[in-house]
């Protein structure tokens, strides 16, 4: 009940700013926000969106988005590759691999001569 009520109020303070910001928009403000509009240029306003503009933030979003993408492939990879020669590793060493929820073993491991640990 405590998280519908939270829910509630802020679905209601979303839909109080999206009001707000259309009334910004349309430039219907004198009655509830006191907005001092400081320039007509439409260049420098934050409520006009001109093509280049548009075109900036396309590109920027799309530059952040794929090297995001890249990065987390890149990662993906390289965790992959070191978690594969830690396995491979420990099963010479030992003859099993425990990983979370399976097991590797190698077949007929009684017949495979492992190296001797040093101490």
Same mark, same amino acid.
């Given at each position: 009940m405590r998280?519908?009520? =939270?829910?509630?109020v802020l679905? =209601?303070l979303?839909i109080?700013?999206?009001?707000l910001? @259309?009334q910004?928009a349309t430039g219907?403000?004198s009655?509830?926000?006191?907005?001092?509009?400081t320039?007509?240029? #439409?260049d420098a306003?934050t409520?006009?969106?001109?093509?280049?503009k548009a &075109?900036q933030? +396309?590109?920027l979003i799309? +530059?952040?988005?794929?090297?995001v993408i890249?990065i987390?492939?890149t990662? @993906?990879?390289? +965790?992959w590759?070191?978690?594969? #020669?830690?396995q491979?590793?420990?099963?010479?060493?030992?003859g099993?691999?425990?990983s979370?929820?399976?097991?590797i073993e190698?077949k007929? @491991?009684?017949?495979?001569s492992?190296?001797a640990?040093? &101490?």
């Open positions: 998280r519908l009520i =939270i829910f509630g679905l =209601i979303l109080i700013g999206g009001g910001t @259309a910004l219907n403000v009655v509830i926000l006191p907005v001092l509009t320039t007509q240029v #439409s306003s409520m006009v969106v001109e093509p280049w &075109e933030l +396309f590109m799309s +530059f952040i988005l794929i090297n890249g987390g492939v990662l @993906a990879i390289i +965790f590759l070191l978690d594969r #020669s830690y491979n590793t420990t099963l010479k060493e030992t099993s691999v425990t979370v929820g399976t097991t190698i007929n @491991a009684d017949k495979v492992l190296p640990k040093s &101490e």
